[in-house]
Structures are given as C-alpha cells and as structure tokens.
C-alpha cells in the first residue's frame, strides 16, 4: 500500500499535462531513493524519500462500520489511518548555475504538490484507488523536519534544500466480522443470585422482553410478508423483505408462535427470555 502511495505520487509529478507550465520538472526523472552520500544521479532528478510511516493519531477512530445486507450485518474495525511522510529534494544535472536549476525545479514540485490538498482519483494507483475518505496531502507545511543538519548529518551527507510532504492512508489491518442482524433483546430485572455474580435469580425475574429472528425457507432464503402470531396475548408482525421481525411485550413465559406464508404454516414453541445461546429464527418448509 504504500509503494501504490509512492506510484501515486510519482504519476502527480509525471502528469503529461505539466509539460508545458513546468518543464524542468516534466524532464526530470522520480526516484524514491535515499539521498546519502554518495548520491549522484546521471541526469536531473527529483528524489521523494520516504523518511517517517506513523499513526495520525488526530484522525483515530474507535467506531466500528457496519454494513447491513441480507439480514446479515458485517462489523469492521476502522481503519488505521497511517501518515508517510517524505522529503523531497532536487538534484539538477548540466548546464549552468545548478544552484538556481535546484531552485527552480524545487518551486514547480512545491506549485504541483500543493494543487493536491486531497488527492484525485485519476492519479491513485493499486490499492489505493477508489479508497475512502480522499487521501489529504499537506506540503511544506512547519511539521516536518525538526532540525534538517542533524537529519543530513545522520545520513552522511551535506544540508540541501527540501520540501517536506505528508500523505494520510487508510490501512485496514483487522478483518471483519459478520452477524445476524435480527436479535433478540431484553431489559432483565430482578434480584441478584451474589453480590460478586450478575446472574438473576430465576423467581424474581421480570419483564417484558422482545423477541427478534428470521423466517427462511428450506434453502435459507429469506421470507418477506410472513405473519408470525403469539395468539395466547394477540400479538402479530409481519416480516420484512429480508424476513426479519420483532416481537416486543412479552411477559416471561412459554409461548407458541405461529408462522404462516401461504399455504405453509409452522408452530414452534418459545421461552422468553431466550435461553442461553438461542434464538428465534424459523425455517419454514412444505
């Protein structure tokens, strides 16, 4: 992911439209290279060093994404969102005054870089391509290098004029996880079994509770429009297109529930709240 971060920028400098505007910078070659002593290119070069990967800590997030499709809801982590930051320096090659080339090709990467204050998807490449949010580019800007002898010095080599510029990525390292999306759900009150426990004792339990689940048929495709019944207290719901339902009231007890779609019909038998490790989906069959 981050050699496509690279590759993108690379295609921003080697834009076929900058030949005219800037064409000391179309002429010059992009190299990744690392600009220690000896670093000597054969023609003019502009070089982007990858200097810092790190955690933007300012665009954390701890909300989970969740999807829903088909009854089922898929819950990701978010991503990490990673900064790269790189130190971009000119290297002018022939001809006079290479001081003032350096300069100059310098001031047309600063002007090409800076139209890009998020970067567009013409120019994303690999995996970064249609990633979400748009990838934000900061160039020049005061947090980049701390001391720029030590970091020459550290390399070997001479101070050299530089920009300085930070792409944030999105980098999904955890995988997802999928559920159902119909629950059941219930609000328990009642008189603890221990202090130390947060179990309830069974005789002080109350209500009401709700029952939530899935009508499906005998190929496990949802049913729509099925009616399921508890005729004991009068209740009835319909399931939507995903075949989902709820069921909301119920005091604690054993019910009979009646699905029926068509001509086919089902009685099962339920317990509110759902025993450990239960559910309230029906497949409805014949």
């Known amino acids: 992911m981050i050699r496509d971060l690279s590759l993108t920028l690379q295609a921003i400098l080697d834009d076929p439209a900058l030949v005219t505007p800037f064409p000391e910078l179309a002429a010059?070659?992009?190299?990744?290279?690392?600009?220690?002593?000896?670093?000597?290119?054969?023609?003019?070069?502009?070089?982007?060093?990858?200097?810092?990967v790190r955690e933007n800590m300012e665009l954390r997030s701890n909300e989970p994404l969740i999807e829903r499709n088909n009854g089922?809801?898929?819950?990701?982590?978010?991503?990490?969102?990673?900064?790269?930051?790189?130190?971009?320096?000119?290297?002018?090659?022939?001809?006079?005054e290479l001081p003032l080339q350096e300069h100059r090709l310098l001031s047309q990467a600063l002007q090409v870089l800076s139209r890009h204050p998020t970067i567009t998807a013409p120019f994303l490449k690999g995996s970064l391509a249609g990633q979400e949010p748009p990838l934000p580019m900061m160039t020049s800007q005061t947090d980049g290098l701390k001391d720029p002898a030590d970091f020459w010095a550290a390399i070997g080599n001479k101070l050299r004029a530089s920009l300085n510029v930070t792409v944030t990525i999105s980098m999904q390292p955890f995988t997802s996880e999928t559920a159902p999306l119909a629950a059941a759900t219930d609000t328990r009150i009642g008189e603890r079994t221990s202090p130390e426990e947060t179990k309830i004792k069974p005789a002080t339990l109350q209500g009401?509770?709700?029952?939530?689940?899935?009508?499906?048929?005998?190929?496990?495709?949802?049913?729509?429009g099925a009616s399921v019944s508890i005729d004991s207290l009068g209740l009835t719901v319909n399931t939507d297109a995903n075949g989902l339902y709820r069921i909301n009231g119920l005091p604690p007890g054993t019910y009979s529930v009646r699905v029926r779609k068509d001509a086919r019909?089902?009685?099962?038998?339920?317990?509110?709240?759902a025993p450990l490790g239960a559910n309230y989906n029906v497949k409805l069959t014949g």
């Open 28 to 52: 010059a070659q992009i190299v990744f290279d690392r600009p220690a002593d000896p670093f000597s290119p054969q023609q003019t070069t502009l070089d982007l060093f990858l200097y810092d």
């Open 208 to 224: 009401p509770f709700s029952m939530a689940g899935k009508i499906t048929d005998a190929a496990d495709a949802p049913i729509g």
């Open 72 to 96: 089922q809801a898929t819950i990701s982590r978010p991503p990490l969102r990673v900064q790269c930051a790189y130190l971009v320096t000119a290297w002018p090659v022939g001809g006079g």
């Open 265 to 273: 019909t089902k009685t099962v038998t339920i317990i509110a709240p």
